[in-house]
């Protein structure tokens, strides 16, 4: 049973607070993870990129990533409105031959 | 660079009609995928080609939607008769390995009625 699984939320958060998105998932051997934004009515735009543990951080958005924990978070720092939308986190799963995706997190930041 | 590129953006047709949607990877890219996106489901993988090859069509629903890749630059999926329970976001993506990140086209939102 593959599974990436993610809160459907909606998560709110005020604007210029801290959202932490989180992504839990099923195989110890998994090495690519990936985040995607999808505004409502477009299409997922990859976000974020990491394959070891620990922290990747680029510009507001920050990837952590626990492999003996497995899970990968998003953090966005100084949240603004215009982050509002779902985030899917892509996993490569063992037995799998692609990526698997999450269902996403809502993300609401209000002004 | 060109990104993926998808075509119609929007479809409206009649319940028995057939559909065909187009998509054009980014060039070099080897792998193409077809996604079907819903509320309820999210987003399902269809099928994916690698070198214009079908590797897993698993997802495909049903007899009635077929997919082909004739060229590295050209990819169609067919659904042959539509139903409005087809009716949903498509969308194709390419990267250039299986678990390298994948880019999205805009979409096709198909409404089938």
């Known amino acids: 049973q593959k599974e990436v699984e993610q809160n459907s939320g909606p998560l709110s958060v005020p604007e ?5 998105l989180n992504c839990t998932y099923s195989d110890r051997g998994s090495q690519s993870f990936f985040w995607y934004r999808q505004y409502s009515g477009k299409s997922p735009e990859l976000i974020m990129s990491i394959y070891s543990n620990g922290d990747k951080e680029d510009g507001r958005f920050t990837a ?48 | 660079d060109a990104g993926v590129i998808q075509s119609p953006r929007h479809e409206v047709t009649e319940m028995g009609q057939e559909v065909t949607l187009r998509c054009k990877p980014i060039s070099g ?40 890749m004739p060229n590295a630059s050209f ?33 096709t939102r198909l409404s089938i009625l």
């Open chain 1, 16 to 20: 210029g607070a801290i959202a932490s």
């Open chain 1, 64 to 111: 952590q990533l626990n492999k003996a924990s497995q899970y990968v978070s998003l953090l966005i720092r100084d949240s603004q409105p215009s982050d509002s939308a779902t985030y899917l986190c892509a996993v490569n799963l063992s037995g799998y031959s692609t990526l698997t995706f999450g269902k996403g997190t809502m993300l609401l930041v209000s002004p």
């Open chain 2, 29 to 68: 890219h080897d792998y193409l995928f077809w996604y079907r996106q819903t509320m309820m489901r999210g987003l399902e993988l269809l099928i994916y080609f690698n070198n214009n090859v079908p590797i897993d069509d698993s997802g495909m629903p049903e007899d009635r939607f077929s997919a082909k």
């Open chain 2, 75 to 107: 990819s169609t999926l067919k659904i042959q008769p539509s139903e409005p329970r087809d009716s949903a976001v498509y969308f194709c993506a390419s990267s250039s390995g299986v678990y390298q990140p994948q880019h999205f086209g805009d979409g």
